[in-house]
């Protein structure tokens, strides 16, 4: 048998393909290519193998220069660029109108020894072509000549919208940075920018009729601003020629740039710029505050005015079929307070908020529409009664949105909260970034459900795609931004481009270090939380017997996990982890994973085990007490450009348990504290904040026995926050009763003052 037909035979594609670097290793290519044929023999790339653009466009010309640069950039090879007729032994790219493709992003690629041939309908296609063959030109870490399997491909998407939206507003990227992560979503085949350029906190986008817009609501001076090396003001803004540098940049990459103006709610930045465009005819400062500010537009016809003005610079400045408006999070209350609003409610028969919203957001939709562009908001559009009937509804709040929106006749973008929302941290690691709690895992995105089941075939094609989302409240620098996107925008390209029978996690795993290691040639900062090893260990069993069982995994529970012992750093040499095995403290414990190759998965992980270690916990690894489960991972300050360190804050109720813990012999309990901004608005949830009672004026560390309504073993009280250090450490005696117990710390300090959070809490002997 000379050749091997694969389609839709996914399974296959985790198994051993001929030709490339390993004789077991998969294919590749991420996403999965819709039909692939594998046959016999190789085609070698080396120094001399030409690009060869084989028809006059442009596009094919930039797509030839940029594949060209793609190679050099990431396996160190120096293609040729020219221009004719298809040659042998040559990679050629042609547009060719009977390209066997069945859409204008679909493509053919053909592999056979004596070349490589690309061909495609539309320039998006032949794009789309050349990502493929660069990902078969980089099969694995090395540099130089590359021999790519015989192959035949033909590929189309399964969604037309393929997106990933940025939140330049609550942290601010650079034109730079943002180029660099649309370069990213070029080589995911993602289709669809989404950037969100204002909000309470900020307005991002220059309009040159309102240049208050930008010189006032471009700025917001945060908490502490001025102090311990925090600049006095944060903010920034994109002039309309860097949008249109941005918008060209993608462009060439195919992707579309869909920018998002939000209306009516999330108005806070704009108002503060223009107090009459609010309710209350008051100016706000622009927020510094994360969460759903009150702040709303006016409903009379000078901000309508000023909006289609606005409108009319965005729709100059960005192509796009689609403008998003927001329309999410719009809490009704100064609407409700207000003599003229309810006024003009009643003028125009209206008889609540929710639908005043609605007619809100269709009389924008129909200026949208009358410049030929269409409106899309998020879900929270579908809640007053006159939707625009070709709007489109993105859908946050899970699917129902998605399956009310289907129903109804308008299209969707599936962009389900938490799961593709990538402010949500990858694991709960000790080194885990700032980001909200609970882990939305690679596993997860790649398992999310892109259809939902209860829509019959008519009403499933209403679903144009999938989206995930990157808020920034927790993501001051691109560094942290790499870090949430990478490697979850993998799976996410995965699920939005290939068959829905080809997702299969072991082979998408197995395909996944190539494109760790193109990360590392392109230097992209990915989170490697996914393969990370975390050592394990029955902590009170350790403090009574003085030896550990070690228990070792990942999430995936793919690679191989090798470990030492002596606080070397485990090479793939290293003993192999099969079974949990046992130490004598002191120890240390390192251990990562490794891919077939021998490659590293993730950096080390280090453990040490001995008393002191065992009896201290940072405040990450403190669960919340029972009633509230929402949790946060903060940085120091709201702008902080550092990685680490991060604490756990429940805004609702700072109370934390350090886990049931074998208190024989423990004298007194240590901890580093750490004060935080309170800028946090929760608008109607304010009222499920906890209050405890404090005894001194800027209230305690209070520590009870066994839950949070236990007898108090210490009670430690805080600094004054106007004049103390913002870390600092509290010691008390700790009468503790003999055998294990839990210990419920509690910070009772007032809810209009600074947050306050535990950095680490060690038990200690008596002196």
């Given at each position: 048998?000379?050749?091997?037909?694969?389609l839709?035979?996914?399974?296959?594609?985790?198994?051993?393909?001929?030709?490339?670097?390993?004789?077991?290793?998969?294919?590749?290519?991420?996403?999965?290519?819709?039909?692939?044929?594998?046959?016999?023999?190789?085609?070698?790339?080396d120094?001399h193998?030409?690009?060869?653009?084989?028809?006059?466009?442009?596009?094919?010309?930039r797509t030839?220069?940029?594949?060209a640069?793609?190679?050099a950039?990431?396996?160190?090879?120096?293609?040729?660029?020219?221009?004719?007729?298809?040659?042998?032994?040559?990679?050629?790219?042609?547009?060719?109108?009977?390209?066997?493709?069945?859409?204008?992003?679909?493509?053919?690629?053909?592999v056979?020894?004596?070349?490589?041939?690309?061909?495609?309908?539309?320039?998006?296609?032949?794009?789309?072509?050349?990502?493929?063959?660069?990902?078969?030109?980089?099969?694995?870490?090395?540099?130089?000549?590359?021999?790519?399997?015989?192959?035949?491909?033909?590929?189309?998407?399964?969604?037309?919208?393929?997106?990933?939206?940025?939140?330049?507003?609550?942290h601010?990227?650079?034109?730079?940075?943002?180029?660099?992560?649309?370069?990213?979503m070029?080589?995911?085949?993602?289709?669809?920018?989404?950037?969100?350029?204002?909000?309470?906190?900020?307005?991002?986008?220059?309009?040159?009729?309102?240049?208050?817009?930008?010189?006032?609501?471009?700025?917001?001076?945060?908490?502490?601003?001025?102090?311990?090396?925090?600049?006095?003001?944060?903010?920034?803004?994109?002039?309309?020629?860097?949008?249109?540098?941005?918008?060209?940049?993608?462009a060439?990459?195919?992707?579309?740039?869909?920018?998002?103006?939000?209306?009516?709610?999330?108005?806070?930045?704009?108002?503060?710029?223009?107090?009459?465009?609010?309710?209350?005819?008051?100016?706000?400062?622009?927020?510094?505050?994360?969460?759903?500010?009150?702040?709303?537009?006016?409903?009379?016809?000078?901000?309508?005015?000023?909006?289609?003005?606005?409108?009319?610079?965005?729709?100059?400045?960005?192509?796009?079929?689609?403008?998003?408006?927001?329309?999410?999070?719009?809490?009704?209350?100064?609407?409700?307070?207000?003599?003229?609003?309810?006024?003009?409610?009643?003028?125009?028969?209206?008889?609540?908020?929710?639908?005043?919203?609605?007619?809100?957001?269709?009389?924008?939709?129909?200026?949208?529409?009358?410049?030929?562009?269409?409106?899309?908001?998020?879900?929270?559009?579908?809640?007053?009664?006159?939707?625009?009937?070709?709007?489109?509804?993105?859908?946050?709040?899970?699917?129902?949105?998605?399956?009310?929106?289907?129903?109804?006749?308008?299209?969707?973008?599936?962009?389900?909260?938490?799961?593709?929302?990538?402010?949500?941290?990858q694991?709960?690691?000790?080194?885990?970034?700032?980001?909200?709690?609970?882990?939305?895992?690679?596993?997860?995105?790649?398992?999310?459900?892109?259809?939902?089941?209860?829509?019959?075939?008519?009403?499933?094609?209403?679903?144009?795609?999938?989206?995930?989302?990157?808020?920034?409240?927790?993501?001051?620098?691109?560094?942290?931004?790499?870090?949430?996107?990478?490697?979850?925008?993998?799976?996410?390209?995965?699920?939005?481009?290939?068959?829905?029978?080809?997702?299969?996690?072991?082979?998408?795993l197995?395909?996944?270090?190539?494109q760790?290691?193109?990360?590392?040639?392109?230097?992209?900062?990915?989170?490697?939380?996914?393969?990370?090893?975390?050592?394990?260990?029955?902590?009170?069993?350790?403090?009574?017997?003085?030896?550990?069982?070690?228990?070792?995994?990942?999430?995936?529970?793919?690679?191989?996990?090798?470990?030492?012992?002596?606080?070397?750093?485990?090479?793939?040499?290293?003993?192999?982890?099969?079974?949990?095995?046992?130490?004598?403290?002191?120890?240390?414990?390192?251990?990562?994973?490794?891919?077939?190759?021998?490659?590293?998965?993730?950096?080390?992980?280090?453990?040490?085990?001995?008393?002191?270690?065992?009896?201290?916990?940072p405040?990450?690894?403190?669960?919340?007490?029972?009633?509230?489960?929402?949790?946060?991972?903060?940085?120091?300050?709201?702008?902080?450009?550092?990685?680490?360190?991060?604490?756990?804050?429940?805004?609702?109720?700072?109370?934390?348990?350090?886990?049931?813990?074998?208190?024989?012999?423990?004298?007194?309990?240590?901890?580093?504290?750490?004060?935080?901004?309170?800028?946090?608005?929760?608008a109607?949830?304010?009222?499920?904040?906890?209050?405890?009672?404090?005894a001194?004026?800027?209230?305690?560390?209070?520590?009870?026995?066994?839950?949070?309504?236990?007898?108090?073993?210490?009670?430690?009280?805080?600094?004054?926050?106007?004049?103390?250090?913002?870390?600092?450490?509290?010691?008390?005696?700790?009468?503790?009763?003999?055998?294990?117990?839990?210990?419920?710390?509690?910070?009772?300090?007032?809810i209009?003052?600074?947050?306050?959070?535990?950095g680490?809490?060690?038990?200690?002997?008596?002196?």
């Amino acid at each position: 048998m000379t050749r091997r037909l694969i389609l839709l035979g996914w399974a296959a594609m985790a198994m051993g393909l001929a030709g490339l670097a390993h004789a077991d290793a998969p294919i590749p290519l991420l996403p999965l290519p819709a039909q692939l044929r594998v046959d016999a023999g190789h085609f070698t790339v080396d120094a001399h193998t030409p690009i060869v653009l084989a028809d006059d466009a442009a596009s094919t010309r930039r797509t030839g220069a940029w594949l060209a640069d793609l190679i050099a950039r990431t396996r160190g090879l120096h293609l040729p660029l020219k221009h004719g007729a298809a040659t042998a032994h040559a990679i050629v790219l042609q547009l060719d109108p009977a390209a066997p493709a069945t859409n204008r992003e679909g493509y053919a690629l053909d592999v056979t020894p004596a070349g490589m041939r690309i061909s495609a309908r539309d320039a998006a296609g032949l794009f789309y072509g050349a990502v493929t063959a660069w990902q078969l030109l980089t099969p694995d870490a090395q540099h130089g000549a590359v021999q790519v399997p015989a192959l035949s491909i033909r590929d189309q998407p399964r969604f037309a919208w393929r997106g990933l939206m940025l939140d330049s507003v609550r942290h601010f990227q650079t034109v730079g940075e943002i180029e660099r992560l649309l370069e990213q979503m070029a080589q995911h085949k993602l289709n669809t920018f989404h950037w969100h350029l204002t909000d309470d906190q900020g307005w991002r986008i220059q309009i040159k009729r309102y240049p208050e817009l930008t010189r006032i609501g471009a700025w917001r001076t945060p908490p502490d601003a001025g102090h311990d090396g925090k600049p006095p003001r944060y903010g920034g803004f994109y002039t309309q020629d860097e949008i249109r540098r941005i918008v060209a940049y993608a462009a060439a990459r195919q992707i579309t740039v869909v920018p998002e103006i939000d209306m009516p709610g999330h108005a806070q930045a704009a108002v503060a710029a223009y107090p009459q465009l609010g309710v209350t005819g008051q100016r706000p400062p622009v927020s510094t505050d994360w969460g759903v500010n009150p702040y709303l537009y006016n409903v009379d016809d000078a901000t309508f005015t000023f909006i289609d003005n606005v409108l009319d610079e965005v729709l100059a400045l960005f192509p796009s079929t689609y403008i998003h408006v927001g329309g999410d999070e719009a809490i009704k209350d100064q609407w409700q307070a207000s003599p003229a609003v309810q006024a003009r409610m009643h003028a125009l028969g209206i008889a609540n908020e929710n639908t005043l919203q609605g007619w809100f957001i269709d009389r924008v939709g129909q200026y949208l529409d009358k410049h030929g562009r269409k409106l899309i908001g998020w879900d929270e559009i579908l809640e007053g009664e006159h939707l625009p009937a070709d709007a489109t509804v993105m859908s946050w709040r899970g699917t129902d949105g998605a399956i009310k929106a289907a129903l109804l006749g308008h299209d969707v973008v599936l962009s389900p909260s938490p799961v593709l929302y990538f402010d949500h941290v990858q694991g709960d690691a000790a080194d885990a970034y700032a980001g909200r709690l609970g882990v939305e895992s690679l596993q997860n995105v790649y398992a999310i459900p892109t259809v939902p089941a209860v829509l019959d075939a008519v009403q499933a094609r209403h679903v144009l795609g999938v989206q995930a989302n990157v808020w920034t409240e927790h993501m001051p620098t691109m560094a942290h931004v790499e870090h949430a996107v990478f490697p979850r925008l993998d799976a996410l390209a995965e699920v939005a481009w290939s068959p829905p029978a080809a997702l299969v996690w072991p082979g998408f795993l197995a395909r996944l270090p190539a494109q760790l290691a193109r990360y590392r040639a392109q230097r992209i900062g990915y989170a490697d939380t996914a393969f990370a090893v975390d050592i394990a260990v029955d902590r009170n069993v350790a403090l009574a017997t003085g030896r550990a069982t070690v228990t070792l995994a990942n999430q995936t529970g793919i690679g191989a996990i090798r470990y030492t012992l002596g606080g070397s750093a485990p090479t793939p040499a290293s003993p192999r982890y099969d079974a949990p095995f046992n130490v004598t403290l002191p120890a240390t414990v390192r251990a990562t994973s490794y891919a077939a190759d021998g490659s590293a998965l993730a950096t080390p992980r280090e453990r040490v085990l001995d008393r002191a270690s065992l009896l201290s916990l940072p405040g990450t690894m403190l669960a919340n007490c029972p009633g509230s489960d929402f949790r946060l991972l903060l940085q120091p300050a709201p702008d902080a450009a550092s990685t680490q360190p991060v604490y756990a804050v429940n805004v609702f109720n700072t109370c934390q348990l350090f886990p049931p813990t074998l208190l024989d012999g423990i004298g007194a309990i240590r901890v580093e504290a750490v004060r935080l901004p309170r800028n946090f608005v929760l608008a109607h949830e304010q009222k499920l904040v906890v209050v405890h009672p404090h005894a001194t004026p800027f209230g305690e560390l209070v520590v009870r026995a066994d839950h949070c309504d236990g007898a108090v073993l210490a009670t430690m009280p805080l600094p004054d926050p106007a004049h103390g250090p913002r870390e600092f450490t509290l010691e008390a005696r700790l009468p503790t009763p003999a055998g294990e117990h839990a210990l419920c710390l509690i910070y009772t300090a007032p809810i209009d003052g600074p947050l306050y959070a535990l950095g680490r809490v060690s038990l200690v002997p008596p002196p």
